[in-house]
């Protein structure tokens, strides 16, 4: 079977590659155990300057995307897609979900979290509050990311930019409340988008490529298709 690469995922292997060159050395560099240029900055001011609103949404979006919390909403975004739009892009966002290991790499550099007094205290860190990459972010845009993908081809014009609406915000609402609420100095939320990035595009092309693969089992085509 012959795989032919569009230009547009040409593009998406460029991103992906420079993304994942930018982790392992962005990795390297956080790795010296300081905080970087810049970041106590940032915090002091984004911890500041950010509406109580916001700071609101990322208290309630915050348990919801925890050990406990994220396989449940994971569980439940499933159902809602298969009721939705049916079984290969549930499959979709299966692998996507499988992605979410990368959180389990959420140590390789044990960073403090920030605190009031915006002190890098180097040699403190407890499991869970702080820790590079932010697992968080990993999980926020390896599955909403792959939603607001599949409702491109499932879901009508109005009811897609919905989601897609949708799915931007509560990425981006994780990325700024990681920092903001001090859960997260800015470096490890960098990771975290750095390193799910290639894995999402990843996911994205292999999707893509799901059912001219299924034709070599015939049986799990009918059940991933069954009106083909």
């Given at each position: 079977?012959?795989?032919?690469?569009?230009k547009?995922?040409?593009l998406?292997?460029l991103?992906?590659i420079?993304?994942?060159?930018a982790?392992v050395?962005?990795?390297i560099v956080?790795s010296?155990?300081?905080a970087?240029?810049?970041e106590?900055g940032?915090?002091?001011w984004?911890?500041?300057?950010?509406?109580t609103?916001?700071?609101?949404?990322?208290?309630?979006?915050d348990?919801?995307?925890?050990?406990v919390?994220?396989?449940l909403?994971?569980l439940f975004?499933?159902l809602a897609?298969?009721?939705s739009?049916?079984?290969?892009p549930?499959i979709?966002?299966a692998?996507?979900?499988?992605?979410?290991?990368?959180?389990r790499?959420?140590?390789?550099?044990?960073r403090p979290?920030?605190?009031h007094?915006f002190?890098?205290k180097?040699?403190?860190?407890?499991?869970?509050?702080?820790?590079?990459?932010?697992?968080h972010?990993v999980?926020a845009?390896?599955?909403?990311?792959m939603?607001?993908y599949?409702?491109?081809?499932?879901?009508?014009?109005?009811?897609?930019?919905?989601?897609?609406?949708?799915?931007l915000?509560?990425i981006?609402?994780?990325?700024?409340?990681?920092?903001?609420?001090?859960h997260h100095?800015p470096?490890?939320?960098l990771?975290?988008?750095?390193?799910?990035?290639?894995a999402?595009?990843l996911?994205?092309?292999?999707?893509?490529r799901?059912p001219?693969?299924?034709?070599?089992?015939?049986k799990?085509?009918?059940?991933?298709?069954p009106?083909?």
């Amino acid at each position: 079977m012959q795989i032919r690469i569009s230009k547009i995922e040409k593009l998406w292997f460029l991103i992906a590659i420079v993304a994942l060159f930018a982790a392992v050395i962005f990795s390297i560099v956080v790795s010296n155990n300081d905080a970087l240029w810049g970041e106590v900055g940032l915090s002091k001011w984004m911890h500041d300057k950010t509406p109580t609103p916001i700071d609101f949404l990322g208290d309630v979006l915050d348990p919801v995307i925890t050990d406990v919390g994220a396989p449940l909403l994971f569980l439940f975004l499933l159902l809602a897609c298969y009721h939705s739009w049916g079984r290969l892009p549930t499959i979709g966002l299966a692998m996507a979900g499988s992605m979410t290991a990368l959180t389990r790499i959420s140590d390789i550099v044990e960073r403090p979290a920030p605190n009031h007094d915006f002190l890098y205290k180097t040699g403190i860190y407890h499991f869970g509050d702080g820790g590079y990459p932010s697992g968080h972010i990993v999980y926020a845009i390896m599955i909403f990311g792959m939603i607001a993908y599949l409702s491109n081809a499932n879901s009508a014009l109005r009811k897609r930019r919905a989601i897609q609406f949708s799915m931007l915000a509560l990425i981006f609402l994780n990325i700024w409340t990681r920092i903001s609420e001090l859960h997260h100095w800015p470096g490890d939320v960098l990771g975290g988008i750095l390193i799910s990035t290639p894995a999402l595009l990843l996911t994205i092309w292999i999707y893509g490529r799901l059912p001219r693969i299924m034709l070599k089992s015939p049986k799990l085509h009918r059940f991933v298709f069954p009106d083909a």
